[in-house]
């Protein structure tokens, strides 16, 4: 399975940008999607994640600034993220469940190769 991410950049605070990422497995082995991010010298945090169905869960940091969302006929996941702050700088990485059997013991997880964002002040 294979991530293909895009949509980074650059972006002054309190702009928008919109990242995607497909994923190169059936349609119906995709379950959750998600987004995180590594800030320089941080660990890899979460930033939202989405259900099969389109159940979204957002960190803290991002609740009501970035909004999570998936194409399933695609199985393409976009965040749109609003009002960027400086904080906000990081490489984006999308990760994807997939399922490989019939149980859920089956399901691996997969990440893209991480695409950068970067809030100037």
């Known amino acids: 399975v294979q991530l293909q991410a895009s949509g980074g950049g650059l972006v002054q605070a309190g702009g928008s940008l919109r990242l995607s990422c497909e994923a190169s497995?059936?349609?119906?082995?995709?379950?959750?999607m998600g987004w995180y991010r590594q800030a320089p010298g941080k660990q890899r945090g979460l930033v939202a994640t989405?259900?099969?169905?389109?159940?979204?869960r957002y960190a803290d940091a991002v609740q009501g600034r970035f909004t999570i969302s998936r194409d399933n006929a695609k199985n393409t996941v976009y965040l749109q993220m609003n009002s960027l702050k400086p904080e906000d700088t990081a490489i984006y990485y999308c990760?994807?469940?997939?399922?490989?059997?019939?149980?859920?013991?089956?399901?691996?997880?997969?990440w893209g190769q991480g695409t950068l964002v970067t809030v100037s002040s």
């Open positions: 989405i259900t099969k169905s389109g159940t979204p």
């Open positions: 990760n994807v469940d997939v399922k490989h059997g019939f149980t859920s013991a089956s399901i691996k997880s997969y």
């Open positions: 497995a059936s349609i119906s082995s995709v379950n959750a």
